[in-house]
């Protein structure tokens, strides 16, 4: 609408980051046991059967996250008109701070949705159908998404899970020449090609090549290294590779201004075009859920660079790492993706300093209850 591309002009000198990747509704069962090829099963309760929804999804996450801290963030979508599209749009508009003014929904679209089946010692199954989602390919995303893209995005983030490639490398190659892009390659690329069927293994290299910012996890790291550099001698010699070593060659080959591996406990490991080093995590007394960590690191260290700009200098690099860690942190210590009121109380501090209205409405929320 044009009162919203009008609003949207109003603060478009500081930009949005604008964020277009996996959406989705998990729907949890408990069961009794997880059934085999060709058995029947059963729900741990039979008069209950659903036991909850839960909002998330690798870009969904790290846009909540970085909005919390303060970046201005839309979600780029196509969504059904249907119930869990409905929550996933009520829950960014009311709990995540997240804009919805570029989602498409249609009753013609079917919104992603994840089943998963946990028995009682925590073993699960998870069945996905990546819906609407699996039609954002090169054509869908001009046709669609172009005019943001190319006049709101000061950073344009996407990822290798869920969107078809050829999606992946249009929303980066029509992102504002001066947007600073971002790729998260959140599954290895063997299960983006193969189980995912997102594209070919050539479509996968031209998109890690086409992003500013490359956001691996070791795993997918090390098998794309593999991919781009088959005479490194094998999966067990990367493996064994120091994790500062797998972002410089992933730097070099991909041409990316900036590589951030995560590593889990073992922190992160950063490279920039003149300074490569990793950053332990402050070892945690209890870990709640790391589920989406790597999506709240991702949205620290874009908060970060939106607040500060690339990373120049050494010091600017340990800066970076160390606050992206804390982000990724504060999510292993509550339940769920994205954040909520005890993220917010953890992350007090930093929320002032990157989100100062968002600080003064939590306080005011605070003194009233």
Known sequence: PNTMLMLLFLFSHRGLLLGCGSNVVDKFFRVRALPKPGEKGFFADPNRILEDSVVGGVTLNHLAWAALLGVPSALLALQGDDPSGRLIRRALENDLNVRTDFIQASDKFTTAESYVFVQADGERSIIMA????????????EARFGEPLAKYGHFVSTEISQVPHSGVL???????????TILDLDVSP???VNEAGLGTMDDLIQCVKAAEILKPARHAAEEL??????????????????????????RDVCGSSLVAMTSGSDGCALATNNEVLRVPVTPLEKVT???????????????????HGMPRTKDDLVSLGSFANRVGAVCCQILGAVPNDEARRMLGEQIAAYN??????NETEGRKK
């Open 130 to 141: 990546r819906g609407a989602t699996s039609l954002m390919d090169a054509e869908a995303v």
């Open 170 to 180: 249009k929303l980066l190659k029509l992102a504002n020449k001066n947007a600073v």
């Open 190 to 192: 063997s299960v983006a």
């Open 225 to 250: 290294l593999l991919v781009l550099m088959p005479n490194l001698g094998g999966a067990d010699a990367v493996a064994s590779m120091p994790a500062t070593d797998v972002v410089t060659h992933l």
């Open 289 to 307: 859920d790391a589920t989406g960590a790597g999506d709240a690191f991702l949205g620290g260290l874009i908060a970060h660079v939106y607040a």
């Open 356 to 361: 100062p209205s968002a600080a003064t409405r």
